[in-house]
């Protein structure tokens, strides 16, 4: 037996089968309607709304409960402009020189390029880092474990909590992106994982036509 102190977990909502079958296709359906968007208006977005859904975020599992997740949420214009022209610097070397061919023409019925007007225009950014490692009390380093598949999934969560506010987002990730310590202030022990484009949809908005993997393609039941 471990010596470690327990709490006892709250149980779980009290529901029927159908009432369970009914919440989790909900909570489907409203996911299946996410896409990710680049076309933003600049129609503002409380930044209470955004701490809300970072708590959500929080709640994501971890390897040995280290939360080794860094969420840095901009929303003043100057540093956005920064963080603009860093990322667009990175993508025109992405676009001709560092990407393959295959790759390009993966990206092409995406219609994306190096230009990335979006990350002036929405209301949010929000940078996300991982710790690669911690330190203890005396300033030793600590490992961290699975800190790439922890930010994963609390990046899912925050994606999840945002569309469920009723926001737009889309996941940037410019290569390199160290541009982002520098501008955020990030210690060395950290490393850029995301930057999450948060924002309303602009009016005009559109997107590829494109079509999701039915169930039965990537999912199995044996």
Known sequence: MHDHPTIALPPMPALSEDERRSAARAFADELSRRRTVRDYADTPVSREVIEQCLRAAGTAPSGANQQPWRFVAVQDPALKRRIREGAEAEEREFYTHRAPEEWLNALAPLGT????????????????????????????????????????????????????????????TPSPMGFLNELLGRPKNEMAYLLLVVGHLAPDCRVPAIQRLPLDEYASFL
């Open 113 to 172: 390029d190096a230009d990335k007007p979006f990350l002036e225009t929405a209301p949010w950014l929000i940078g996300v880092f991982y710790e690669r490692f911690g330190h203890d009390d005396a300033g030793n380093k600590v490992k961290r474990y699975y800190p790439h598949e922890s930010v994963g999934i609390a990046c899912g969560m925050l994606i999840a909590a945002l569309h469920h506010a009723g926001l737009a987002t889309l996941t940037h």
